[in-house]
């Protein structure tokens, strides 16, 4: 079975499969997200978004979309956070792109007024202002070992009923010739099979109607290596171990992101650490400090250092926005 599969079933199974079967999210979860951690993270993604909105001449209607929006916490503070900005609420329609039913019911709680849809290409077509953090890691991924000039894809067997790794035999594939001049033999490169679609449908989107969207993951310019990760109760597991009990994910590979984004226009990619600071964490998180005191203001404390530090999630996680060659990029990021 081709791993992209097997990931699939994992996580997307509707009897059997992670996300389809359960909210993972939390502290009492399996993992816990930036939204999660303070409701600051929502807020500021909310303004840098509506801000784009305005910068395009605040066109009257527009969708935005949040694809995997796991509890809707994002979304639920940036329409908090916006509600001032004059015209923008009634401007806008709120999409969800979402799989799981347990966390379609978890967001409809969170913002009732959303509608939804499996896939990005059933989004209208609109001006399209968008987020995404921690869904393109979530896309099934295939991993390849270089062999050669050829390159042997990593499989999962079941020879005696026990799940285990196989390779295939070498073949040389046009899909990873761009890879040939940074890798040598024996290395291992990853591709995300979903990806160039869904970036095509919003690049295409943003080029043609407007609007900007925000991608949010950990991973970096360019995948190398082994970087599949099962993850269950906060801590690492073998990813064939709990099939279908534990979050699956890889590093995303924002090249790929960038090598689709025309028609439209994309940012450098930047740490999330540098976007939020340059979105005014610090004196957000400063105004909220002053209702707190105690337990709640360590853990105001702590969420800020959480979201921004670089030994935290600050460097591990990026930030790269697609927007048109015509507008500029959205606040937090440059060209
Ligand atoms: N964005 C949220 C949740 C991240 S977890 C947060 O930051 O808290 C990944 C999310 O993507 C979940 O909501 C999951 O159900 C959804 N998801 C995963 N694969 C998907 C797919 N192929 N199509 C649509 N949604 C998917």
Not at 36 to 58: C, K, N, R
Not at 140 to 168: C, K, N
């Amino acid at each position: 079975m081709r791993l992209a599969d097997y990931m699939a079933d994992c996580l997307m199974h509707p009897d059997h499969g992670y996300y389809a079967t359960r909210d993972p999210l939390g502290a009492a979860g399996d993992f816990i997200t930036a939204p999660e951690i303070s409701q600051m993270f929502g807020e500021l993604i909310g303004l840098s978004i509506a801000q784009s909105w305005v910068d395009q001449g605040a066109p009257k209607t527009c969708v935005l979309a949040e694809l995997g929006p796991g509890r809707g916490t994002l979304m639920a503070d940036a329409l908090r956070a916006t509600r001032a900005v004059p015209g923008f609420h009634d401007a806008l329609s709120i999409h969800f792109v979402e799989t799981s039913p347990v966390l379609r019911a978890a967001q409809a709680e969170a913002v009732p007024q959303a509608q939804w849809h499996d896939h990005v290409d059933a989004l209208p077509d609109a001006p399209l202002f968008l987020i995404a953090n921690e869904f393109f890691d979530a896309l099934p991924i295939r991993q390849f070992i270089r062999d050669g000039d050829a390159w042997r894809a990593r499989m999962v067997a079941a020879p005696e009923g026990q799940l285990q790794w196989g390779l295939s035999a070498p073949a040389p594939l046009a899909l990873l010739a761009h890879r040939l001049p940074d890798t040598k033999d024996g290395d291992v490169v990853e591709i995300c099979p979903g990806l160039p679609a869904a970036v095509t449908v919003i690049a295409s989107r943003i080029a043609q109607h407007g609007g900007a969207a925000l991608i949010i993951d950990y991973g970096d310019w360019q995948s190398q290596g082994d970087t599949l990760q099962a993850l269950s109760g906060h801590e690492r597991t073998d990813p064939l171990a709990a099939t279908g009990q534990a979050d699956l994910t890889a590093l995303v590979d924002f090249a790929e992101i960038a090598r689709h984004a025309a028609p439209a226009a994309f940012s450098r990619l930047t740490t999330q650490g540098v976007v939020l600071d340059r979105l005014g964490i610090t004196q957000r998180a400063q105004t909220l400090a002053k209702g707190l005191t105690g337990d709640a203001l360590e853990h105001h404390i702590k969420a800020h250092r959480r979201l921004t530090h670089p030994a935290e999630m600050g460097d591990l996680f990026k930030v790269m926005s697609i927007y048109p060659e015509t507008a500029s990029a959205p606040p937090g990021l440059a060209p």
